[in-house]
């Protein structure tokens, strides 16, 4: 979920100490100072999920957009939000990094995997 109740902030893992912006520990809100700075929504950003849900996506993913023997995404659409495109700023997907030369996944990593902040998982679609 986007912008969490404070009555839930406890229950949220930190994210950092804000030492620039908010001076204190952040949990419970979005920590790119971007976000935070237009309300703390932002697709950039990512949204604050439960471990097994996220698990369940990420499973998704593997499986090619199917979760629970249902179809959630189409394989297409998979393919597409994981494929590399070329930036101004470096090599990512729609909406995850993948393995560039130097960067965090250092060079054990295939030209299928995709991840965020150094989580990289390898996928094969074909």
């Known amino acids: 979920m986007y912008k969490p ?4 902030w406890p229950s949220i893992a930190p994210t950092e100490m804000d030492n620039n912006l908010r ?6 809100e979005v920590h790119d100072e971007n ?3 237009i309300g703390g929504v932002s697709g950039h ?3 604050f999920s439960t471990a097994p849900d996220l698990a ?9 957009g199917v ?7 189409q ?9 590399p495109q070329e930036l101004s700023s470096g090599t990512r997907t729609l909406g995850w990094a993948v393995p560039t030369e130097g960067g965090s996944s250092g060079h054990y990593f295939s030209a299928h995997t995709f991840g965020a902040h150094g989580i990289y998982r390898d996928v094969h679609l074909d």
């Open 5 to 8: 109740e404070k009555k839930l």
């Open 35 to 37: 976000a935070f700075s």
């Open 45 to 47: 950003a990512g949204v």
């Open 75 to 83: 394989r297409a659409t998979i393919a597409e939000i994981t494929t």
């Open 23 to 28: 001076h204190r520990l952040v949990q419970g």
């Open 56 to 64: 369940a996506f990420c499973q998704m993913l593997l499986n090619g």
């Open 67 to 73: 979760y629970g023997h249902k179809r959630i995404l």
